[in-house]
C-alpha cells in the first residue's frame, strides 16, 4: 500500500485511562476523572429536559447546514450566519483547515508545548512544522513572526492556551496580527473561551471586522458540557468560511448535537454558574500551590497546571491509586508538572488531599 511516508511512526491520539478501566485496575468503587478538561457540573438541566422529550427520525440526515444552531449563534455572537463552520467538535474544523492549506512546501508555526493537534494534522499534510518555545508559560509572539516567511500558511495561536492556560495579552495579540501578512492563516483556538474572567480581555469576535486571514475557533465540548456531541465551531469573514466550506463533511452535525448545543446555547445562567465554580475551584489550587510553595501558571481555563517538584509520572499513578485520572506533564511537555481539571468543590478537596498523600509518599512534602 502506498501510504504516506510521515505516518510512518506516528501514533494516534492517546486519550488516557477510562475511570471503568482504572476501576478494574485498581478494585476501586468510584473513580474521579480531571485529566480531560470536562465540565464537573455536566450540562444544562434544559438539554437533559430536550434529550428526554425529544422525537426525532433517525433514519432522516441532520440538517447539512446546521440551520436552527446556526441562525441563533450568529445572532449570539452578532456575525452574519455565513460567517460561521461546523465541525465535529473543534478538531474537525483544526483537521479542515490543515487539510485545505498545509502540504509538503509551506510551513506551519505554532507554539510548544501547545493543543497537540495542530501538529499532528500538519505532519499527516506533509507541511513543514515550526514550534516556538513558550515563554514563562505564554506564546513568545516576537519570535513567531521572525519565524513567518513567504511559504508559511497557517499560524496556531491556542488562547488560553493548552496546557498552561495562559491568555494571550490583548495589546501582543493585536500587534502581532498587524505583522502577519495578509495571506497568511492566524487561527485563534479559543476552547475555554466561556471561562475567561481576565478583564483585559476584548472579545477575538471583534478582530474579525479588520482581518480577512483571521479565524476564532470555539467550541460546545468544554463549559456548555456537551463533549460527548461533538459541535465546535468557527467564525471569520464569510470569504474564508466560503473556502472552507467544501472541505467539511456533510452532515458532520448529527440531528441530537445540533438539538442539544442550541439549547445549551439559550442557557447562559447555566455558564454563568460553572465560571463562578471554576473561580472558586482556582482559588482553592492558588491557595494550595501558594501553601506548599508550588508554582501554578495564572490559568484562564477550566485547569490548572501544577508543579509537583517530582516525576510526574509517578505524581500521576499515585493519584490514578487513589481514585484520581489526571494528566502527567510528561506527555504533555512539560516536565515536574501535572494538569488537572478544576472539579466541584468536594472533588477539588478530595483531590488536594490525595495530592498531598502522594507528594508525601514521593519525599517532596516531609
Known amino acids: 500500500m502506498k501510504w504516506k511516508n510521515q505516518l510512518t511512526g506516528m501514533k494516534p491520539y492517546q486519550p488516557g485511562h477510562s475511570t471503568d478501566e482504572v476501576k478494574k485496575m485498581f478494585g476501586l468503587d468510584t473513580i474521579v476523572k480531571l485529566a480531560s478538561n470536562e465540565n464537573p457540573l455536566g450540562f444544562s438541566i434544559k438539554v437533559s429536559e430536550f434529550l428526554e422529550n ?26 452574519d450566519q455565513n460567517q ?4 465535529n467538535g473543534s478538531d474537525e474544523i483544526i483537521m479542515m483547515i490543515s487539510r485545505a492549506l ?3 512546501g509551506v510551513n506551519t508555526i505554532m507554539a510548544t508545548p501547545t493543543f497537540p493537534q495542530y501538529r499532528h494534522n500538519a505532519v ?21 513572526a521572525q519565524q513567518i516567511d513567504e511559504n508559511t500558511a497557517v499560524v496556531w495561536l491556542c488562547s488560553p492556551n493548552n496546557p498552561t492556560g495562559l491568555l494571550i495579552d490583548q495589546h ?73 466550506d467544501p472541505v467539511r463533511e456533510p452532515f458532520n452535525n448529527t440531528v441530537t448535537s445540533q438539538g442539544a448545543a442550541l439549547v445549551a446555547l439559550n ?23 501558594n501553601t506548599h510553595n508550588l ?24 493519584l490514578m491509586k487513589k481514585g484520581f485520572i489526571i494528566r502527567s506533564g510528561n506527555a504533555l511537555g512539560t516536565p515536574g508538572y501535572i494538569r488537572v481539571t478544576i472539579g466541584t468543590t468536594q ?11 502522594v507528594l508525601k509518599d514521593a519525599e517532596v512534602f516531609a
Request: aromatic share 10%; proline share 3%; with cysteine.
Open 347 to 357: 472533588q477539588n478537596e478530595e483531590f488536594l488531599q490525595k495530592l498531598t498523600d
Open 124 to 144: 499527516i499534510d506533509g507541511a513543514e512544522v515550526r514550534e516556538v518555545q513558550l515563554k514563562n508559560g505564554a506564546h513568545d509572539l516576537q519570535e513567531m
Open 172 to 244: 501582543e495579540l493585536e500587534e502581532f496580527i498587524q505583522k502577519v501578512p495578509k495571506e497568511v492563516l492566524v487561527v485563534l483556538d479559543e476552547a475555554y473561551f466561556e471561562y475567561i474572567t481576565d478583564p483585559s480581555y476584548k472579545n477575538s469576535i471583534t478582530l474579525l471586522k479588520d482581518h480577512d486571514n483571521v479565524i476564532v475557533l470555539r467550541t460546545f465540548s468544554k463549559a456548555y458540557g456537551l463533549a460527548g456531541f461533538r459541535v465546535g465551531y468557527a467564525v471569520a469573514q464569510k470569504e474564508l468560511i466560503a473556502r472552507l
Open 102 to 104: 498545509l502540504q509538503p
Open 84 to 87: 460561521l463552520l461546523f465541525g
Open 295 to 318: 508554582h501554578m501558571y495564572p490559568t484562564q481555563g477550566n485547569f490548572v497546571l501544577l508543579e509537583v517538584k517530582a516525576d510526574a509520572d509517578l505524581v500521576f499513578d499515585g
Open 54 to 79: 425529544q422525537s426525532i427520525n433517525h433514519a432522516i440526515y441532520p440538517d447539512g447546514y446546521a440551520s436552527g444552531l446556526r441562525q441563533a449563534l450568529a445572532k449570539s455572537l452578532g456575525v
Open 267 to 289: 442557557d447562559s445562567s447555566f455558564i454563568e454558574a460553572c465560571r463562578i465554580q471554576n473561580e472558586s475551584g482556582k482559588k482553592q489550587f492558588e491557595d494550595y500551590a
